[in-house]
């Protein structure tokens, strides 16, 4: 889809990592349109109703209500629909066990959310920049975890 | 039975029931063999008795025969008549046959008797009167007499298979000399 | 000692059938020798008898003879006597002989022919004494008889001599027979003696050795006996017999203890024994009997028991099948009261439960703890920055320094938590052993700190490493603690040189590790050339919390060594440290080779 806007969709319960996320965008200068969803449910419905605009970028936390991001990627990697959205995980923890399960379930990156916000700015247009269909071919675990 | 059924017992058991009967036996055996032994040296001296008495009686016999031979002849020489002297010499034959048998059985038995035929005639009675000669008839009667009477004592003493034959054999023959005899006194006895 | 007895028993009843037999032999021998003495004797006997009665005969016809000649000379008739009553005699004599030598075929011959001899000369005695009364002792006939009769007495004596001879001889052979006889009899019946005398002997000797050994043997028995039943006591164990032919059992006093009973106090059936056992064990146990009555064999059981006051018990059984001397199979068999380590166990297993519930808890505490603690203090640090970020001008300089103190404590917070999460993974209970390449780990670790590793240009040396069985996150995070120390201590002015080896050593020869439960080890040094410490703390930074420096000198939570501690720890290897203050530090891991 060759839009001049990158669509980017976030899927996490906490009010203020909303907010951080959405601020951080807006002092991107990248041309970006986000939307963010309060869970699990809400995100999974939007993306399977009829006339939804698929996201260039997912993040999704990990820890949700209702329905856990782990669960969405999941369904998400399940739906042929979805092939061409890039899953970032992004979540608080970093334990191996999420890092791994995450990985075999197919998500493109893991970002641990950054306590500064300058650095969340850098980490966020980095990843967006990403040309993800290059950046697929070469995935291995290493790579995963982003670094900052 | 359950006594039975211990190999050892059973063993003692039978071993001493064997013990028993052998020396019952043995002692049996040994009562026996004494009984026997005392029969056999009864019957030994038994039959040593037995021979040394037919030995006895068959000399007597052949002394008296010998006697009868000799009165026969010299009575032969005596008397006149013809018809006794043919009886006096039939008696002298029957006798001298007897001689000749008692001789065979005495050889036989290893009893010894006088061989009297050899020996020569004591001529002494021939010159007798005729009571002389009724003396020696008489004699010579109870000589055969007691002849009869030897040859009845061996026939019930002797067990003797040779014995016995001779005495059958003699029995009727000298009966029949001592009824010659019996004849000759009385032809003798009526004629005188 | 049973075998050697019953070996005896058989060595010696084979012994006295032997010498039974052998004394049997001998007694019979004897008794034939005998019996052949006896009967020697008797023919010698009868030899004799034999050579009285021919010279009887002899005599008879000699004196015969005399009385002839005597007549002749005399012409008395007195002389005649002799051979008057001399043919009877001779008669009787042979009477006599004709009876002893009823079985001798070739005697009798020759008496025939001494009979017709003597028979001759008796009746040559009659001819001469017939021809006498001539009174002519010079008639050429008498003189004739008379030479016959001295020749025919001349033969009747050569004969009678010969069988004389004869018998002689045979009297001689007989003789020699009977001395061998009477000399064998005493020494058999001697021989005989002394073998009853041995026999007798050595049945005495054995018999008694043999009842002093049983004695000994009786007597260590009963004292064996004696501290079974007391070590069935200290124990806790009774035993018990069961005879398969008889089907009966026997129980040991100490087997009715067991059941608070007191000995022998009923009879030992397996009846009387269920009537004790747990309602709820009696059905199995019941089974378990049978089978046992059928395989002559018991495995371990295990069943309960109720005594008469209610206390229930647990017993463990076991039984062997043994084969005895009268070919009987014996089971015997033990049981034991288990009751104090069933309980203990119990108590053992719940303790455990409890404490790894404790310790799950704790564990799962801890982290999420750090865990959830993460995300308000993330909030407060990025409100924060954003806060600086936006307001930066607007604030005052007090208002700015109160920020930056704000900042300062969230930043220590954070290493803090950090440090405490990383502490309670080290504490997970699934811990995977995998067989880990060290050097990828050691560079994993180097990435990790990369930031820091650059900004100090800090220069890091290692020996290539061999693949060693670990669980690699801990191995990795021990790595960069200790790397993380080594530059976070360095001296001021010097670039901070890391120098990490590798050597395999035993155990004995180090005399860091105390202890040791391996023989070799991997032994693993970090020397840097930072700070240093004085070695009296050596032990003491390894403790939870507890820093050498203040928290201005050097930022540090007092948990970093620890966790290192912990992670050796698990992979049961030691760690020491030492140090020269100024100088550098030296920290040594040893890692175990299973």
């Known amino acids: 889809m060759q839009e001049d806007y990158i669509n980017i969709t976030l899927a996490d319960d906490d009010e203020d990592d909303r907010l951080f996320f959405t601020d951080a965008f807006d002092e991107i200068k990248i041309t970006t349109r986000v939307k963010t969803f309060n869970d699990g449910v809400y995100l999974m419905d939007y993306l399977n109703s009829k006339d939804a605009t698929l996201p260039n970028v997912l993040f999704l936390d990990l820890n949700m209500p209702r329905k856990s991001g782990l669960e969405c990627l999941k369904e998400i990697k399940q739906n042929p629909k979805f092939k061409d959205i890039a899953i970032a995980i992004y979540s608080t923890s970093a334990s191996e066990e999420d890092i791994e399960n995450t990985f075999v379930q197919g998500a493109n990156i893991y970002i641990k959310k950054p306590s500064d916000f300058k650095t969340l700015k850098k980490v966020l247009s980095e990843v967006v920049t990403i040309n993800w269909q290059y950046h697929t071919n070469s995935m291995n675990k290493d790579n995963f975890l982003l670094r900052f | 039975m359950k006594y039975f059924k211990n190999r050892k017992i059973t063993v003692l058991f039978i071993f001493i029931v064997i013990m028993i009967g052998i020396s019952f036996n043995s002692c049996d055996e040994l009562i026996k063999s004494k009984k026997l032994e005392n029969k056999k040296s009864e019957l030994k001296t038994q039959a040593i008795n037995e021979n040394k008495n037919e030995a006895k009686l068959l000399l007597m016999l052949s002394k008296d025969n010998q006697e009868v031979i000799n009165l026969t002849k010299a009575l032969q020489e005596v008397i006149n008549k013809d018809s006794i002297v043919d009886l006096a010499k039939k008696i002298e034959e029957t006798h001298v046959q007897f001689a000749e048998d008692l001789q065979e059985v005495a050889t036989d038995k290893l009893i010894s008797i006088p061989n009297y035929p050899e020996a020569p005639l004591n001529k002494s009675i021939v010159n007798l009167t005729e009571e002389d000669k009724f003396k020696a ?43 010659k005899t019996k004849n000759i006194l009385n032809v003798l006895n009526t004629n005188s | 000692m049973i075998k050697t007895l019953s070996n005896n028993i058989s060595f010696l009843r084979t012994t006295l059938y032997i010498s039974a037999f052998v004394i049997l032999v001998v007694g019979a021998l004897t008794y034939r020798s005998i019996t052949e003495v006896t009967k020697s004797s008797e023919l010698i006997t009868h030899t004799y008898k034999v050579n009285v009665e021919l010279e009887q005969i002899l005599s008879n016809l000699k004196d015969a003879e005399t009385g002839q000649r005597g007549y002749i000379i005399t012409k008395d008739s007195v002389f005649l006597e002799p051979y008057i009553s001399g043919r009877s005699k001779i008669n009787n004599s042979f009477a006599e002989l004709k009876v002893l030598t009823k079985d001798d075929t070739i005697l009798k011959e020759s008496l025939i022919k001494v009979n017709s001899l003597i028979n001759k000369r008796l009746l040559a005695f009659q001819t001469s004494y017939r021809s006498l009364p001539k009174g002519d002792i010079e008639d050429p006939n008498f003189i004739e008889n008379f030479r016959n009769g001295r020749a025919l007495m001349d033969s009747i004596r050569d004969n009678i001599k010969g069988i004389i001879k004869l018998q002689n001889n045979l009297l001689k052979q007989r003789r020699s027979e009977y001395e061998s006889d009477l000399m064998a009899t005493p020494l058999l019946l001697f021989s005989l003696l002394l073998c009853s005398l041995i026999l007798m002997y050595v049945a005495y000797n054995s018999i008694y050795k043999n009842i002093k050994r049983l004695k000994a043997t009786n007597e260590e028995l009963e004292i064996f006996k004696e501290s079974t039943n007391q070590s069935e006591i200290v124990s806790k164990h009774g035993s018990w017999t069961y005879n398969v032919k008889r089907d009966e059992f026997t129980y040991s006093d100490n087997l009715y203890r067991l059941l608070g009973e007191q000995p022998q106090s009923f009879k030992p059936t397996i009846e009387n024994f269920l009537t004790y056992v747990h309602p709820d064990d009696v059905e199995k146990l019941t089974m378990q009997v049978e089978q046992m009555k059928e395989n002559i064999e018991l495995p371990y059981i295990y069943y309960r028991v109720v005594h008469k006051n209610g206390n229930i018990k647990h017993l463990k059984a076991y039984g062997k099948s043994v084969v005895n001397e009268d070919d009987e199979t014996v089971l015997l068999g033990t049981t034991a009261d288990i009751t104090d380590e069933i309980i203990s166990f119990r108590i053992l297993e719940e303790r455990n439960a409890e404490l790894e519930r404790n310790n799950k808890e704790l564990s799962s505490f801890n982290y999420v703890a750090s865990h959830d603690l993460q995300e308000p203090l993330r909030k407060i640090q990025t409100f924060l920055s954003r806060l600086i970020d936006e307001e930066e001008g607007k604030l005052s300089a007090k208002g700015n320094k109160y920020i930056d103190r704000i900042q300062n404590a969230a ?52 020996d290539t490493f061999p693949t060693i069985t670990v669980i690699p996150f801990q191995i990795q995070q021990l790595f960069v603690n200790l790397i993380g120390n080594a530059i976070k201590y360095r001296m001021e002015g010097k670039i901070p040189k890391i120098n990490i080896t590798h050597q395999i050593v035993e155990a004995e020869n180090e005399d860091n590790i105390i202890k040791p439960k391996y023989s070799h080890y991997h032994k693993i040094t970090f020397t840097d050339n930072g700070i240093g410490f004085d070695n009296q703390y050596a032990d003491q930074i390894f403790v939870l919390f507890s820093r050498l420096h203040n928290k201005d000198q050097y930022s540090g939570t007092g948990i970093g060594l620890s966790i290192c501690k912990k992670i050796v720890e698990n992979h049961k290897g030691y760690i020491t440290a030492s140090g020269q203050p100024e100088k550098g530090a030296v920290f040594t891991v040893y890692l175990p080779i299973a």
């Open chain 3, 411 to 462: 930043t220590r917070m954070r290493l803090l938590i950090d440090d405490l999460l990383q502490f309670s993974r080290s504490n997970k209970a699934d811990k995977v052993f995998e067989e880990s390449n060290i050097n990828l780990l050691l560079e994993a670790a180097k990435q990790d700190l990369a930031e820091v590793i650059s900004a100090e240009n800090a220069v890091i040396t290692s």
């Open chain 2, 137 to 179: 008839l008489n004699k010579l009667k109870s000589i055969i007499d007691n002849q009869l009477f030897i040859l009845n004592k061996l026939s019930k003493t002797s067990n003797s298979k040779d014995f016995k034959t001779l005495i059958v054999k003699a029995d009727s023959k000298i009966n029949d000399s001592l009824n």
